[in-house]
């Protein structure tokens, strides 16, 4: 999580911190902590100490590394009781990982980008990987175009000719016919495959993923090489769309 951009330093690092241990998903020492926050190492031990402190952290002397309590857990237990019936979104993300054997990516709305919220990275050698809290323009990815194709075509026209007329020298611009073209594909197929939109011989297998009343929509994708992804559509799809069905009962 970058500071600025309107960013509190101190609940941006807090936040950070807890998305580090997310990503890593082990005891971690203070220096790999820093290094993988970019930030001081004295600013990580204190950040550290005072989460300790609150009982947000422990510290384990032997090994000389940090975890998260069940504490933090707890904090959001109850979204997903709103979200899953049946266990949780992380562990429907992460059998879907071990069923399809890529990165599984989790994409909210957030006005004209889609963000990358969660990730549960491949464990194969030759993967695609990303970080938690990436943005994209909506018609940029597969995860956005699929949040976009749950939107009127007028709005859709909107948001491109908006990210176009805010676009800075040298950023990539959009065209609406384009867009709308493959919003109507993933209308019609219900889920969204262009190739290689962002990396050269990566994509994402996107899907659109059931949300309660009142939350923003979210997309989920299956992120890889792009062969592998096409050798493997078909079971990727259907695995995708049992889990779904399992867990969220979409």
Avoid at 26 to 52: D, N, W
Avoid at 54 to 62: C, H, I, L, R, T
Avoid at 177 to 185: I, Q, R
Wanted: proline share 5%; charged share 25%; net charge neutral.
């Amino acid at each position: 999580m970058a500071e600025g951009d309107g960013v509190v330093k101190s609940a941006g690092r807090v936040l950070g911190l807890l998305q580090v241990f997310a990503e890593h998903r082990r005891p971690m020492r203070v220096s790999e902590i820093a290094q993988a926050m970019g930030i001081p190492q004295s600013s990580t031990s204190m950040l550290l100490k005072t989460l300790t402190a609150m009982g947000y952290v422990s510290f384990d002397a032997e090994a000389k590394a940090f975890r998260p309590t069940l504490r933090v857990a707890l904090l959001g237990a109850w979204l997903n009781e709103e979200f899953a019936t049946e266990g949780s979104v992380d562990e429907m993300m992460v059998e879907m990982a071990r069923a399809t054997a890529d990165a599984v990516i989790l994409a909210v709305e957030n006005g004209v980008w889609s963000e990358y919220i969660h990730v549960v990275q491949s464990e194969q050698d030759l993967r695609y990987a990303l970080r938690p809290g990436t943005k994209r323009p909506l018609p940029a990815t597969n995860l956005g175009r699929v949040l976009l194709a749950a939107k009127p075509d007028d709005e859709i026209e909107r948001i491109v000719r908006r990210i176009n007329a805010e676009a800075a020298a040298g950023d990539r611009r959009f065209d609406v016919a384009t867009t709308l073209d493959a919003v109507h594909a993933i209308r019609r197929d219900g889920y969204s495959f262009a190739h290689n939109l962002i990396s050269s011989g990566a994509s994402v297998i996107a899907l659109p993923m059931p949300v309660p009343p009142g939350y923003k929509p979210m997309a989920i994708g299956i992120g890889g090489p792009t062969d592998r992804l096409e050798r493997g559509q078909e079971m990727i799809l259907a695995e995708m769309r049992r889990l779904l069905s399992q867990y969220l009962g979409g």
